[in-house]
């Protein structure tokens, strides 16, 4: 017997949950300039095709680690981070902006009851940094930043996190990611994901459910067809990190 297909119901409830960095605000040239400049501060060979392919999208934790190439005490991570994040909040204090569309867009999912949360990697400060300076903060319901999980991205669990708070089934949540880590973290997550070409090409961005170079390419239209589309993508399965 075929498969039936499931039909959207007109009203049928759903949620929408972005990452900050690269998503929200195109900051990502910031956070590499500030990656660049705190790296050679301390010595540090930066390699910026292996910083974007290896590092970016994940926790300060992890990239910390990865640049010094060792474990490292967790007060000593903590005011490295602290230190990295005052110097990026400098840089990019002039510049911050919502990326294009997306205010357009918000509206648009809060009148139709779009459930609506930011899921990042970034500490709180950088997250109420944002908003405050992009005055987005009344469109979201939930906002979760990585003080909010143990485990960061790729591992799934700031988006189920995200979908509890929206009290909505990951299964009817659709994510809006810019990283490699982030998309795996969705899709280990079970949700829909599409993906914007900030920190890569579309060819590098594969596994994501639609691809799109701005938000001004979305409309609630378009995400609820999305989700009820039966995934087509290929090698979706990520193997678990040791």
């Not at 969705?186 to 070409?197: D, E, F, P, S």
């Not at 060819?203 to 589309?229: G, K, P, W």
């Amino acid at each position: 017997m075929a498969k039936q297909k499931k039909e959207f119901k007109p009203g049928t409830p759903f949620s929408v949950i972005f990452d900050m960095d690269g998503v929200i605000v195109d900051n990502r040239r910031y956070h590499f300039r500030a990656w660049r400049l705190f790296a050679r501060k301390y010595g540090i060979p930066f390699d910026p095709d292996q910083f974007r392919n290896q590092l970016f999208g994940r926790t300060n934790d992890q990239i910390l680690k990865g640049l010094f190439k060792r474990s490292l005490p967790a007060e000593e991570i903590g005011a490295l981070a602290k230190e990295k994040e005052a110097l990026y909040r400098k840089i990019y204090q002039s510049h911050v902006r919502p990326a294009r569309g997306l205010v357009k867009l918000l509206a648009s999912l809060k009148a139709h009851r779009v459930g609506l949360a930011v899921a990042t990697a970034a500490p709180r400060i950088n997250l109420d940094f944002v908003l405050e300076q992009t005055n987005l903060r009344s469109h979201f319901s939930a906002l979760l930043d990585a003080a909010e999980v143990r485990h960061g991205k790729p591992a799934p669990e700031i988006y189920l996190k995200a979908a509890a708070r929206l009290n909505t089934a990951p299964s009817r949540c659709i994510a809006v990611e810019d990283s490699l880590p982030g998309i795996e973290s969705v899709l280990r997550a079970g949700m829909k994901v599409v993906a914007i070409t900030t920190a890569h090409p579309r060819e590098e961005l594969c596994h994501a459910d639609l691809v799109v170079d701005h938000f001004a390419a979305l409309s609630y239209d378009i995400f609820r067809t999305l989700l009820d589309r039966e995934s087509a993508k290929p090698n979706r399965n990520f193997k678990e990190e040791k």
